[in-house]
Structures are given as C-alpha cells and as structure tokens.
C-alpha cells in the first residue's frame, strides 16, 4: 500500500515538476553541455597537454597565455550553455504551470 502511495506522489511530481536531470554526474554528461563547449573544453585540455610537454622557459610562457586564454573561453561557453538551459527549462515549466491552471 505504501509503495503504491509513493510511486503515485512520484508520478505526480514528474508530472508536475518534469525531470531535470538524470544519470551520472560526471560533468560530461552535464544536461546543460553541448558540442559547442564540448569543442571549447577540447582545446583547452589540448593547449594544457602542449603546455605539459614544452621544455623552454620562453615555450611555456607562450602555452601558458594559450592555456589561459582557452580556459576562459571554455569557461565563458559553459556558462552561456548553462545560463541558456536553464533559461529555457524555467520557461518551459512556466508555460506547463500556466496550461495546467488554465485546464483546471
């Protein structure tokens, strides 16, 4: 009986919330990510691995300007991603609110 009450206040509750997020949690499988910076993260993780690998003092000041340089991209293009996503998920929930009380 109790099992039956609980799936139905879940049920209810996607219903009317709608599921956000699901799966792992690794940062790749973000529900906010797309190719974009996906690309983005890419080269960042590329100009560190070339930053890693220089052996001159003059190389690594040059890599370690390209590293900064792609972290702040990579970092802008998420939050444009996640701002982006979340704006249209609250939308998307305020438009079910209104049909919902509309329908009531």
């Avoid at 799936?7 to 919330?17: D, G, K, M, Q, W």
């Avoid at 560190?48 to 220089?54: N, R, S, V």
């Amino acid at each position: 009986m109790w099992e039956a009450i609980a799936e139905c206040i879940r049920e209810s509750a996607t219903e009317v919330l709608g599921i956000l997020r699901g799966g792992s949690s690794r940062l790749e499988g973000a529900w906010w990510w797309n190719d974009e910076v996906k690309r983005k993260v890419k080269d960042k993780q590329n100009a560190y691995a070339t930053l890693i690998e220089c052996k001159t003092e003059e190389e690594k000041e040059v890599y370690k300007i390209k590293y900064k340089d792609a972290k702040k991209v990579a970092k802008k293009a998420a939050a444009l991603a996640k701002n982006k996503r979340l704006r249209d998920f609250s939308r998307n929930w305020r438009l079910k609110k209104v049909k919902r009380t509309s329908s009531s």
